[in-house]
């Protein structure tokens, strides 16, 4: 069995990286007791821009803010034979919001997944939510080191029991004379107390530190050694701020004599002479949030005796009487528990006894064979791989479709443009182009299900659009919150867009008055249709007037500038396709998908071969580019894509999935090949975390859609462009869902 590692590494100086060495060791020599011969290699994290000297077994190194190394580190495990992966997760150790970079390297791979959690947060925000249920369902099986945890993972991340395993904190297989360390130390004659671990603020020493005067009043001979270097994160952030803090309070506690810091990062030999030195073992943490405690483990493992604050790992790890506790913050409890125990040397060894014969059962040979165990299970239970096939078109893992956060967006004036996360940004005022796409959506709404809301939300967003007309049928763009004009003449893509919207509305309209109104507004700003130069501002008039000649078939002067707007998208096709490039320019840009469904749109309704093929060939084209290996990748606006160049992956936009999503449907419609519904599901599953970034873009808490995905993570801000783009997709979902079964 071969078996890939991933997660830090030494030389680099890491809790983490130590756990994943010793992991790798105890499984490589666990070959007795009928275990499985083993051999693997590691995929080693770096940090910060740093390099270091890996031995042998790291293979290869991912720059933590590289996303490009995640996804060739998969492509390298894949390659490599190897019959399984472990992942150790920590959120600090992977680049992106939350360590979000993780999510694609995990999707892609092909073998079975366990993963080590290292760290699992009680109240986790948004984003570590999404990313850490993202790994538990992505992994075949997850390592928990504390029934606590199991816990964690089963109520609040919604992780099936069965998919959990408990196998404690493995601790070196390492023994030393308490006698002899001390003799090496020069601490024969000392009372010796140890913190050990990286130094930083929630380690709390400054309460053992508070504690020490009333105790060595007593007990001169005491000595705390404080052993570890500061965090390197902490020291990227705050310097050594905090270690000055603890020496100035040893100073104004006159205990320079009595307490030692050893800035170092020892081996596991040195560490463990120091564990045998010493007569009582210290974790002072300031609260429960800790799930996991390697340094607690060791202590244990060793056999000290221990006292703790009670956060999590040390109530599980302590119980049955293998330490003590004293609560956060509390000194004065601290230093009579040390009394207590120098002055009854008895019940000191009592806890040493318990916690060594608890330490025998936790040593990483038994780990590595749990670790084994675990492994070969999981492989004969994926002996055969499963092979990826697109989602099946099942809208019951859909959420409730809700206007919630249009409500939200909206007041009598319009929709409001932005949002921050969640809440409407005043500040940016409105704009023609979520109007008319509002309109557009409520009307979906409307003819779906007769909503009374959606009636009255339509009339407040084609009010704003009539507001925003010209005499000469052009539209502004941009009014403040207070309603000042902000332009005189908007772009041409919200004109287009309005007359999509507004050809939707002539032949969806709900009442009399809303046809009169919008039939107005359209034949206002058609002497424009022919000036128009952008190839997406003639795409979404296409649209428009694709919808009005629906039920208005008989309007030939429309239906030839119809023609006349579809042969300029042709004729940009033959002025900049190739043979390997069918596309109307030399870039893949935004909004890319409504290009091809104009074309198509139009094709209904003229019954021109030439504008169907040209559809056809660039739909099968921006298909090739972007919806590969079952999910949708669409086109970055981050560099585009320029022809015989490199895609962008970011910044990834929602109404570039909202395009794709109806660009399909229309297939769907003039085909009747339902391979184009399975794309148009696919598509709109990018919403849903079927993406890149393997993350949600939908929030399920506002019922709003997130902005987009940049390099970092999700654009958290929720403005009415992506939170319409969602709802119209849903919609349209939805409906090609109807149309399949009324056609079957």
Request: glycine share 6%.
């Amino acid at each position: 069995m071969k078996i890939a590692y991933i997660g830090t590494y030494p030389p680099r100086e890491c809790g983490i990286g130590t756990f994943t060495r010793n992991l790798f060791n105890s499984m490589l020599e666990n070959h007795g007791h009928n275990m499985p011969e083993s051999s693997g290699f590691v995929v080693a994290m770096n940090d910060s821009g740093l390099e270091y000297e890996y031995p042998a077994e790291v293979k290869l190194t991912i720059r933590q803010e590289y996303q490009e190394d995640y996804i060739n580190a998969a492509k390298f495990i894949n390659q490599s034979d190897a019959d399984i992966c472990i992942l150790e997760h920590e959120f600090g150790i992977y680049g992106g919001q939350s360590g979000v970079y993780i999510l694609p390297m995990l999707h892609r791979l092909e073998i079975p997944l366990i993963v080590t959690l290292h760290t699992i947060l009680k109240n986790p925000s948004y984003n570590e939510k999404a990313v850490l249920s993202e790994i538990c369902k992505m992994a075949h099986t997850l390592v928990v080191m504390t029934n606590k945890a199991i816990k964690f993972l089963v109520e609040r991340y919604n992780v099936p029991g069965e998919k959990i395993v408990l196998i404690e904190h493995g601790v070196p297989d390492i023994y030393f004379s308490q006698e002899e360390s001390r003799k090496e130390f020069k601490l024969e004659n000392k009372k010796v107390l140890l913190t050990f671990g990286f130094i930083g603020r929630n380690k709390g020493i400054e309460t053992v530190i508070k504690a020490l005067p009333d105790v060595v009043k007593k007990y001169p001979e005491l000595i705390y050694i404080i052993l570890g270097k500061t965090h390197p994160n902490v020291l990227r952030h705050s310097g050594e701020e905090y270690r000055v803090f603890l020496s100035q309070l040893v100073k104004s506690l006159n205990l320079d004599k009595h307490v030692i810091f050893l800035n170092e990062f020892l081996s596991e030999q040195d560490l463990f002479k120091y564990l045998y030195a010493c007569d009582i073992y210290i974790t002072p943490y300031l609260n429960e949030s800790q799930i996991t405690s390697g340094t607690l483990s060791y202590a244990v493992g060793v056999g000290s005796a221990v006292i703790s604050t009670p956060y999590w790992h040390a109530e599980e790890l302590l119980s049955e009487g293998r330490g003590l506790f004293f609560n956060f913050h509390d000194s004065k409890q601290l230093t009579s528990l040390l009394i207590r125990l120098i002055k009854h040397p008895e019940e000191l060894n009592e806890l040493k006894e318990k916690a060594a014969a608890h330490g025998r059962k936790i040593t990483w040979p038994k780990s590595g064979s749990n670790y084994l165990e675990l492994a070969s299970r999981v492989m004969a239970e994926n002996r055969i791989p499963a092979e990826k096939e697109g989602p099946a078109f099942d809208l019951t893992i859909l959420p409730e479709f809700s206007l919630k956060h249009i409500n939200r967006l909206t007041d009598d004036t319009g929709i409001l443009q932005h949002a921050k996360f969640g809440i409407p940004n005043l500040e940016e005022g409105y704009c023609l182009d979520d109007n008319a796409r509002a309109l557009l959506m409520v009307l979906m709404v409307y003819h779906q299900t007769r909503d009374s809301r959606a009636l009255e939300l339509s009339s407040i967003y084609l009010s704003y659009i009539q507001y925003m007309q010209n005499p000469d049928g052009t539209f502004r763009n941009f009014i403040s919150y207070n309603r000042n004009f902000l332009d005189e003449l908007g772009s041409e893509d919200s004109f287009g867009r309005t007359i999509w919207a507004l050809g939707y509305l002539l032949d969806n309209a709900p009442t009399d008055a809303f046809f009169q109104a919008g039939r107005l507004m359209f034949f206002n700003a058609s002497p424009n249709f022919e000036k128009l130069q952008s190839i997406r501002s003639i795409a979404n008039t296409m649209i428009g007037v694709c919808y009005y000649l629906k039920s208005n078939y008989g309007d030939y002067s429309m239906t030839e500038r119809l023609r006349k707007m579809a042969n300029r998208l042709v004729k940009n096709y033959e002025e900049n396709s190739s043979e390997n490039w069918k596309w109307f320019e030399s870039l893949l840009a935004y909004d890319n998908g409504i290009l091809p469904l104009a074309l198509l749109q139009s094709a209904e309704i003229l019954h021109d071969e030439r504008i169907s093929r040209v559809g056809i060939d660039t739909m099968n084209f921006l298909t090739m580019h972007t919806l590969k290996e079952n999910y949708l990748s669409v086109i970055g606006n981050e560099k585009w894509y320029k022809e015989n160049g490199k895609r962008s992956v970011f910044a990834q936009q929602p109404i570039d999935a909202m395009a794709m999503v109806l660009m399909y449907h229309q297939a769907y419609r003039l085909t009747g090949d339902k391979e184009f519904l399975a794309k148009l599901y696919t598509s709109f599953l990018w919403f849903l975390g079927e993406n890149d970034l393997r993350m949600s873009l939908f929030d399920f808490e506002t019922k709003g859609c997130c902005d987009g995905f940049e390099k970092y993570g999700v654009n958290r801000n929720q403005g009415a462009e992506s939170s319409l783009a969602y709802l119209i997709s849903h919609l349209t979902v939805q409906q090609a869902y109807e149309e399949l079964h009324v056609n079957d």
